[in-house]
């Protein structure tokens, strides 16, 4: 526990839909957030940016700042802020160009963040996984060589087609904060959402897995997807995933496993497969969980409406629960 008797809960985490993960526990005060951030994204504003101006992606960033911020509603209206389409900017959002700004005047990019987390009021800590700047890339089973997150994220090959190893280029070392964080964190999630593109390139990242291993008092609860993505995860069951995960993290390491058990509705089901060809994430066999070193949480972790996505409170209610019981 931290020095006020709060619970030191590292998240560790990409992309936008782990925003409802972050925003689950923000407003309880029983919680120290620390939100570790990947640094690979090279899709959109952000790609053109950091190739532009040779700085970190901003946008995960943005995702975390906009998830803990108290005033969260309003900064994210802000920094999801697009121009008109005729304007000469219209493809970057508000916040890409003002962290842009930032980073030529400081050219530190732990001063701005701070900065920045403080005028948006932000309730614990952003924390980019590394300083450094590298790739993402991966190797297909056919060999087949995948450049830069945004290819593997919305890929030009076949979907088909397994990912059989992940790895950044250059190798980089681990923001010592997220270390850190780490270190004294008494909870650490593995978020949900692109298991390649978003949770594993945290992984990849010199000094993280080895953090996470060392830390003995730490419960790791890994949340897994609600839905598949093709060319990542195609035809995953809930058993890919976390052994995907233990690929990349080492096994023994995860404690709780978190899977919804709700149902989805037919006719949701039936339009993701038929506009983004994915499917429901279940768990499909438990006998292949006997023997775990985890242990298997199945529970009621949707909000369903015309999308699927993950409830925040039920999420904060399944995080409330394995603390109690730990």
Same mark, same amino acid.
């Given at each position: 526990m931290g020095k006020n008797g709060k619970i030191n809960v590292a998240v560790i985490w990409g992309w936008k839909w782990s925003y409802w993960l972050l925003s689950s526990i923000r407003d309880d005060d029983d919680y120290n957030i620390s939100a570790i951030i990947s640094m690979s994204d090279s899709w959109g504003s952000t790609g053109i940016l950091r190739e532009e101006f040779n700085m970190l992606p901003p946008g995960d960033v943005r995702r975390a700042i906009m998830a803990l911020s108290r005033e969260h509603e309003v900064v994210k209206q802000l920094f999801d802020y697009r121009y008109e389409k005729n304007c000469s900017v219209w493809w970057h959002n508000l916040w890409n160009l003002i962290i842009t700004a930032m980073s030529q005047i400081t050219w530190n990019f732990d001063k701005w963040l701070k900065q920045v987390a403080k005028l948006f009021k932000v309730r614990g800590r952003v924390i980019p996984v590394t300083l450094e700047l590298s790739h993402l890339n991966a190797k297909l089973e056919d060999g087949t060589m995948i450049y830069w997150e945004d290819n593997i994220d919305v890929p030009k090959h076949d979907t088909d087609l397994k990912i059989v190893k992940a790895f950044l280029e250059p190798q980089v070392n681990a923001n010592k904060k997220a270390i850190v964080a780490i270190n004294k964190a008494d909870v650490i999630i593995l978020s949900f959402w692109d298991l390649y593109t978003s949770v594993i390139p945290n992984l990849l990242v010199k000094g993280i897995k080895e953090a996470i291993s060392k830390n003995k008092k730490a419960k790791v609860i890994y949340f897994c997807n609600l839905m598949t993505k093709p060319g990542e995860t195609t035809d995953f069951e809930a058993i890919d995933f976390i052994d995907t995960i233990e690929l990349y993290l080492w096994k023994?390491?995860?404690?709780?496993?978190?899977?919804?058990?709700?149902?989805?509705?037919?006719?949701? #089901?039936? @339009?993701? =497969? *038929?506009?983004?060809?994915?499917?429901?994430?279940?768990?499909?066999?438990?006998? #292949?969980? @006997?023997? =775990? *070193?985890?242990?298997?949480?199945?529970?009621?972790?949707?909000?369903?409406?015309?999308?699927?996505?993950?409830?925040?409170?039920?999420?904060?209610?399944?995080?409330?629960?394995?603390?109690?019981k730990s």
């Open positions: 023994n390491i995860i404690d709780y496993f978190v899977v919804n058990n709700w149902y989805i509705s037919e006719k949701l #089901a039936e @339009k993701y =497969k *038929s506009l983004e060809k994915k499917k429901p994430v279940k768990v499909k066999n438990q006998e #292949a969980f @006997k023997g =775990k *070193s985890y242990k298997l949480i199945e529970a009621d972790l949707l909000h369903e409406n015309t999308f699927v996505r993950h409830s925040y409170d039920k999420i904060a209610k399944v995080i409330k629960d394995i603390i109690k």
